[in-house]
């Protein structure tokens, strides 16, 4: 059965903690990220390894296979995204239907060692990328086609965010 897609404008967590996971976007700079990135991924492969990790605790929750799928897309997404800011002036770049992605990468039927394999790359990947950002590079814009603009800062925010979330959503 197909999950209802999220439609919230998670932007919010950029203003105040989220209720949810604990997440203070505040205490996140792109300095951060590469720390905080790494220390999760053999918390992922280990979630990636249940033996239930296919398995999804009801019909309206992914389960930790298509979470994970999520997040190694969500990491190479990101990491585009990064480059793009830092590069281009005034980067944009289109919304990512996180559910129309699900359904054609088939999340729900991969495999989860690969995955765990996959997410671990694009992990060190994406941390590599923001250690390379130097502070005075921090300003760097990004327009979403939503029209939600970010500078690095609040963009390494929203994505540390999006996968602390998602790792205590699988309870990682």
């Known amino acids: ?13 950029l203003s105040r903690p989220c209720p949810e996971c604990g ?3 505040s205490a996140a700079t792109p300095a951060t990220a590469p720390g905080m990135v790494s220390s999760m991924l053999p918390r992922w492969r280990a979630a990636l390894r249940r033996p239930d990790a296919a398995e999804r605790p009801n019909e309206a929750t992914w389960s930790v296979l298509e979470y994970g799928c999520h997040v190694r897309d ?5 990491d585009h995204r990064l480059s793009l800011m830092l590069t ?7 919304d990512w239907d996180q559910d129309k992605t ?5 999340y729900a039927n991969a495999d989860p060692a690969e995955v765990g394999v996959e997410l671990t790359a694009e992990g060190e990947q994406i941390a ?10 921090w300003g760097g814009k990004g327009t979403r086609s939503n029209g ?8 390494a925010q929203y994505f540390l965010h999006d996968v602390v979330h998602h790792l205590h959503d699988v309870d990682g």
């Open 128 to 137: 590599a990328s923001f250690a390379r950002v130097p502070e005075e590079d």
């Open 102 to 106: 699900a359904i054609e990468k088939d």
């Open 88 to 94: 281009e002036d005034d980067a944009r770049f289109d």
């Open 1 to 13: 059965m197909p999950i209802i897609p999220d439609s919230k404008d998670w932007t919010w967590v």
């Open 23 to 25: 997440f203070d976007a």
């Open 148 to 155: 939600s603009v970010f500078n690095v800062l609040t963009f």
């Open 74 to 78: 969500v990491f190479a997404l990101f």
